[in-house]
């Protein structure tokens, strides 16, 4: 079983799950990154868990990349992966 350490919160009254991947998903195709992505959203919903999932990682130099919503980026564009890290207050399991 698989575990993602993730931040359940609300960005601008909407309910965001941020998933910490690991880098090598940069590596992967969009439809790989989807995926993977609507994978770890079924897992959310079956822990209970309301909003859309985000992948976060950090590229080879260190900065954060992102897969979500076109309407998230602005967000993300905008904050640190050592910011969100700090906001981790789960763990989410998926088999």
Request: aromatic share 10%.
């Amino acid at each position: 079983m698989e575990q993602f350490e993730i931040a359940h919160l609300k960005i601008q009254g909407v309910d965001v799950i941020i998933a910490f991947v690991d880098s090598r998903i940069e590596r992967a195709s969009a439809q790989q990154q989807h995926a993977t992505q609507a994978h770890l959203q079924a897992c959310a919903r079956s822990a209970g868990l309301a909003g859309n999932v985000v992948l976060v990682w950090h590229d080879g130099a260190e900065r954060m990349k992102f897969f979500a919503p076109q309407q998230q980026h602005p967000f993300f564009r905008s904050v640190s992966y050592n910011y969100l890290y700090q906001l981790v207050n789960r763990t989410l399991s998926c088999g």
